[in-house]
């Protein structure tokens, strides 16, 4: 029975890169010392599923191949297996992929680029990437100077906001392996204006009532006039509830 193998290999290759694995193992303890080595072949498993040939390269030999490594590696677990002569080893140790990798996409808390938050009341805004090792993560604000700065992620508070804070706002994450930046424009709207604009409204919906009974009252007055005129009887009454009904 061959003995349980060893993986030798990176355990923290860099995205992008090419790993291979190797599986060693020496030959079968129930051999004589003098017996010619038997033929061995090898048995990948990634996490709890087998390799088949295709998945990683080349998956019949000793060697693993795995190409172009990225973060979605990042904590992946291999094990193999020697089969000799029908007789299969124990499973090796696990060597797990500890992939380094820069900031990919990052979040402010939404999907959307602006927020709009009306005056005097509290906003937050949090921003963090996946990142390995972790980000550093700061947040600038519309003069390009730093606010606040976290690990993995930043928050940045402000209490009772007015529009002398609004405009764009950059988040920025870095490690050794890469940096990005995204934006989110804050727009701070004034409750007054808002108020002022329910005002207008109204008095411009109370003008327009005002209008339409006033020209009810004409249209009438000139029906009423042609039919004296053709010897009717003019008998009209007219209330706003006439009109709008």
Known sequence: MPTAPTITGPAS?????????TCSSSSSRSLP?????LAMTYIWRRDKTLLESGDESPTSGD??????????????????QDVEEGLESDWSHRHVLDVLYGPDQIHVGGTRDKLE???????????????????????????????????REAVLSMQAVDV???GQYT???????????????????????????????VLVAAVCSVLIVIIAVVVIVVVCRKQRRGGLVCNVSVSQGDIYS
């Not at 392996?177 to 108020?195: D, F, I, K, M, W």
């Open 13 to 21: 290759p860099v995205s992008g890169e090419n790993v291979t694995l």
């Open 33 to 37: 010392p003098d017996h010619p080595p």
């Open 63 to 80: 060697d693993l191949t795995i190409t172009h490594v990225s973060g979605e590696n990042h904590g992946d677990t291999y094990r193999c």
């Open 117 to 151: 938050v009306e005056d005097w009341k509290s906003v937050t805004m949090r921003c963090s990437a996946d990142c390995n090792p972790a980000c550093t993560v700061t947040w600038w604000n519309t003069s390009r100077q730093v606010v606040i700065t976290g690990h």
């Open 164 to 166: 002398s804070v609004s």
């Open 171 to 201: 988040c920025h994450v870095n490690n050794t392996h890469g940096s990005s930046s995204r934006n989110l424009t804050l727009e701070v709207v004034s409750r007054s204006l808002n108020e002022s604009g329910v005002v207008s409204i």
